[in-house]
Protein backbone atom coordinates (compact mmCIF):
# COMPACT_ATOMS: atom_id res chain seq x y z
CA UNK A 1 0.00 0.00 0.00
CA UNK A 2 -0.94 2.79 0.24
CA UNK A 3 -3.79 1.49 -2.18
CA UNK A 4 -6.31 4.23 -3.97
CA UNK A 5 -9.64 3.96 -2.81
CA UNK A 6 -10.95 7.08 -4.65
CA UNK A 7 -12.40 8.67 -1.50
CA UNK A 8 -14.44 5.68 -1.18
CA UNK A 9 -13.78 4.54 2.57
CA UNK A 10 -15.60 1.24 2.52
CA UNK A 11 -13.62 0.35 -0.61
CA UNK A 12 -12.35 -3.19 0.00
CA UNK A 13 -9.73 -5.83 -1.22
CA UNK A 14 -10.75 -9.57 -2.34
CA UNK A 15 -8.49 -11.29 0.56
CA UNK A 16 -8.10 -8.19 2.79
CA UNK A 17 -9.69 -9.67 5.90
CA UNK A 18 -7.16 -12.92 5.58
CA UNK A 19 -4.05 -10.60 4.77
CA UNK A 20 -3.18 -11.70 1.37
CA UNK A 21 -1.36 -9.00 0.30
CA UNK A 22 1.35 -10.20 -1.92
CA UNK A 23 0.60 -8.25 -4.76
CA UNK A 24 0.95 -4.64 -2.70
CA UNK A 25 4.37 -2.94 -2.22
CA UNK A 26 5.50 -2.73 1.42
CA UNK A 27 6.14 0.88 2.97
CA UNK A 28 7.71 -0.72 5.82
CA UNK A 29 8.56 -1.83 8.66
CA UNK A 30 7.10 -0.55 11.69
CA UNK A 31 7.43 -1.87 15.21
CA UNK A 32 5.76 -0.31 18.56
CA UNK A 33 1.78 -0.63 20.29
CA UNK A 34 0.48 2.01 18.43
CA UNK A 35 1.68 3.12 14.87
CA UNK A 36 1.12 7.05 13.31
CA UNK A 37 0.65 6.81 9.71
CA UNK A 38 0.39 10.73 9.41
CA UNK A 39 0.70 12.47 12.54
CA UNK A 40 -1.99 15.39 12.91
CA UNK A 41 1.32 17.83 12.85
CA UNK A 42 2.41 16.75 9.99
CA UNK A 43 4.26 19.95 9.25
CA UNK A 44 6.39 19.20 12.27
CA UNK A 45 6.34 15.64 13.09
CA UNK A 46 7.14 13.26 10.64
CA UNK A 47 4.85 9.81 11.04
CA UNK A 48 5.48 6.50 9.67
CA UNK A 49 4.35 6.92 5.74
CA UNK A 50 6.99 9.17 4.13
CA UNK A 51 4.47 10.95 1.69
CA UNK A 52 0.74 9.78 2.46
CA UNK A 53 -1.95 10.52 -0.12
CA UNK A 54 -5.43 11.63 0.11
CA UNK A 55 -8.27 9.31 -0.72
CA UNK A 56 -6.08 6.34 0.08
CA UNK A 57 -6.06 3.06 2.23
CA UNK A 58 -2.96 1.33 4.09
CA UNK A 59 -2.96 -2.57 5.55
CA UNK A 60 -0.94 -3.02 8.34
CA UNK A 61 -0.27 -6.82 8.93
CA UNK A 62 1.01 -8.37 12.29
CA UNK A 63 1.33 -11.84 14.00
CA UNK A 64 1.24 -12.57 17.81
CA UNK A 65 1.75 -15.66 19.03
CA UNK A 66 -0.16 -17.77 21.39
CA UNK A 67 1.20 -20.95 23.58
CA UNK A 68 -2.45 -22.13 24.51
CA UNK A 69 -4.61 -20.63 22.44
CA UNK A 70 -7.82 -18.92 24.31
CA UNK A 71 -9.50 -15.14 24.91
CA UNK A 72 -6.97 -12.80 25.15
CA UNK A 73 -7.66 -8.85 26.16
CA UNK A 74 -6.03 -6.34 23.69
CA UNK A 75 -5.81 -2.77 23.49
CA UNK A 76 -7.51 -1.35 20.41
CA UNK A 77 -7.86 2.05 19.01
CA UNK A 78 -7.72 4.24 16.25
CA UNK A 79 -8.23 7.87 17.81
CA UNK A 80 -6.49 8.07 21.15
CA UNK A 81 -3.86 10.19 21.57
CA UNK A 82 -4.03 13.58 22.67
CA UNK A 83 -7.74 12.95 22.46
CA UNK A 84 -9.83 16.25 24.09
CA UNK A 85 -13.25 16.24 25.73
CA UNK A 86 -14.08 18.15 22.43
CA UNK A 87 -13.29 15.48 19.92
CA UNK A 88 -16.29 13.66 18.79
CA UNK A 89 -16.82 10.45 20.23
CA UNK A 90 -16.95 7.87 16.99
CA UNK A 91 -20.48 6.52 16.11
CA UNK A 92 -22.25 3.28 17.77
CA UNK A 93 -20.71 0.12 15.19
CA UNK A 94 -17.37 1.93 14.33
CA UNK A 95 -14.18 2.07 15.45
CA UNK A 96 -13.63 5.54 13.81
CA UNK A 97 -15.35 7.97 11.43
CA UNK A 98 -13.10 6.67 9.01
CA UNK A 99 -14.13 3.03 8.59
CA UNK A 100 -11.47 1.49 10.14
CA UNK A 101 -11.11 -2.07 10.52
CA UNK A 102 -9.67 -4.92 12.09
CA UNK A 103 -9.45 -8.95 11.74
CA UNK A 104 -8.24 -11.04 13.66
CA UNK A 105 -7.33 -14.79 11.54
CA UNK A 106 -9.60 -13.80 9.24
CA UNK A 107 -12.99 -12.71 11.73
CA UNK A 108 -13.35 -9.19 12.00
CA UNK A 109 -13.16 -7.64 15.79
CA UNK A 110 -15.65 -5.24 16.74
CA UNK A 111 -15.80 -1.60 18.19
CA UNK A 112 -17.39 -1.55 21.81
CA UNK A 113 -20.96 -0.62 22.48
CA UNK A 114 -19.59 2.84 23.26
CA UNK A 115 -21.80 4.44 25.67
CA UNK A 116 -21.45 7.79 24.00
CA UNK A 117 -21.82 6.96 20.57
CA UNK A 118 -21.85 9.95 18.03
CA UNK A 119 -22.07 12.45 20.59
CA UNK A 120 -20.31 15.96 19.65
CA UNK A 121 -17.57 16.68 21.48
CA UNK A 122 -17.91 18.86 24.89
CA UNK A 123 -15.48 20.28 27.53
CA UNK A 124 -17.84 19.71 30.31
CA UNK A 125 -18.76 15.76 29.20
CA UNK A 126 -16.23 13.45 30.79
CA UNK A 127 -14.86 10.66 28.63
CA UNK A 128 -16.09 7.09 29.58
CA UNK A 129 -14.57 4.37 27.33
CA UNK A 130 -13.15 6.45 23.85
CA UNK A 131 -10.01 5.45 24.89
CA UNK A 132 -8.54 2.18 24.91
CA UNK A 133 -6.19 2.69 28.15
CA UNK A 134 -9.59 3.64 30.31
CA UNK A 135 -11.61 0.92 29.05
CA UNK A 136 -11.49 -2.72 29.52
CA UNK A 137 -9.92 -4.77 27.18
CA UNK A 138 -10.96 -6.20 23.79
CA UNK A 139 -11.21 -9.72 24.32
CA UNK A 140 -10.03 -11.49 21.59
CA UNK A 141 -9.95 -14.99 20.11
CA UNK A 142 -6.36 -16.59 19.72
CA UNK A 143 -5.71 -20.24 18.40
CA UNK A 144 -2.75 -21.81 19.26
CA UNK A 145 0.28 -20.80 17.72
CA UNK A 146 0.59 -18.01 15.22
CA UNK A 147 -2.64 -15.88 14.44
CA UNK A 148 -2.79 -13.36 12.00
CA UNK A 149 -3.73 -9.34 12.91
CA UNK A 150 -5.10 -7.42 9.88
CA UNK A 151 -5.71 -3.68 10.19
CA UNK A 152 -7.44 -1.70 7.07
CA UNK A 153 -6.58 2.06 7.78
CA UNK A 154 -8.84 4.13 4.85
CA UNK A 155 -8.52 7.90 4.76
CA UNK A 156 -10.46 10.69 2.31
CA UNK A 157 -9.23 14.20 3.08
CA UNK A 158 -5.72 14.67 4.75
CA UNK A 159 -7.35 17.09 7.39
CA UNK A 160 -9.29 16.79 10.29
CA UNK A 161 -13.71 17.85 10.42
CA UNK A 162 -12.34 21.45 12.75
CA UNK A 163 -9.52 21.95 15.23
CA UNK A 164 -11.22 19.73 18.11
CA UNK A 165 -11.13 17.19 15.56
CA UNK A 166 -7.80 16.48 13.57
CA UNK A 167 -7.04 13.68 11.28
CA UNK A 168 -5.41 11.06 12.94
CA UNK A 169 -4.43 8.47 11.10
CA UNK A 170 -3.43 6.31 13.02
CA UNK A 171 -4.08 2.65 15.36
CA UNK A 172 -3.01 0.80 18.43
CA UNK A 173 -3.28 -2.69 18.80
CA UNK A 174 -1.70 -4.33 21.62
CA UNK A 175 -2.20 -7.48 23.31
CA UNK A 176 -2.17 -7.43 26.84
CA UNK A 177 -0.48 -10.20 29.58
CA UNK A 178 -2.78 -12.07 31.00
CA UNK A 179 -3.15 -11.34 34.83
CA UNK A 180 -1.14 -14.74 37.07
Not at 31 to 53: E, F, M, N, Q
Request: aromatic residues 12%; neutral net charge.
Amino acid sequence: GPVENKGDLGMALKNEATGDFNALKKIGEFYGGTIVLRHWWADVVKGAIDSPLENSTVYALSKVWSEKGGNQGFWIGFNDLSRSYASDSPHLGTWDDRMSTLWVNGHKVLPPDWQQAGKRGDLEIPLIDEGYSYRSPTMIQLRKGWNTIVVKLPVGKLQGKDWQNPLKWMFTCLPIEREQ
